[in-house]
């Protein structure tokens, strides 16, 4: 007996197949446009970040001045030294010294001064002392001030005779300026003289 096969013409299964074709292409498109979508999210997310991190610092960066002490003269004729002692403003990250300048205008003198350790580095003219009563780092070229500290600056060589104006600004690598302004006594009667 011979046995007959036939085949049975089913194009069912090709449909299926190209059916599965697209839906997987369509799946890797869609998967390559979500993670185009997540990267570029990211990079704005991370850029918004940043932008928002500096615009705090330079809101909230800065000194607040709580007294300013002149050293008058033996013959009570002038101030000679400058203490200056001042923190960080509230909301302030720590701040490095070593970014930080001083500018002392008054009559013709108009120094930029820069940091330098301790109270014997102030220099007449060119460089502020300064130190601090904080635990922080404050060591080589780590002069780091913190929330809480009370740093207390040093500017020496001076001649402010009686009624002088003088304007002092302290200037951050970022944030805000502090400015300090006052006029002198008209006569010194004491070695110490309040000036703020």
Known sequence: MKMRTSWKKDKHADMGVGTMIIFIAMVLVAAVAASVLISTANKVREQAQNTGDQAINNVASGFVVHDVTGTVNTGNT???????????????????????????????????????????????????GATTSGSGPWAG???????GDILTVYITGLTLGYS??????????????????????????????NLK
């Open 78 to 128: 002038s101030i000679t030294d400058l203490t200056i002692q001042m923190g960080l403003q509230a909301g302030s990250p720590s701040m490095s010294m070593d970014q930080v300048s001083i500018q002392f205008v008054s009559g013709a003198a108009n120094n930029l001064l820069a940091f330098a350790d301790g109270k014997d580095g102030a220099a007449a003219g060119t460089a502020y």
């Open 164 to 193: 002088a104006a003088a304007t002092i600004k302290i200037v951050p690598a970022y944030g805000s300026s502090t400015l300090i302004s006052f006029v002198t006594p008209s006569y010194y009667n004491t070695e110490y003289v």
């Open 141 to 147: 070229t780590n002069h780091v001030v913190q929330q």
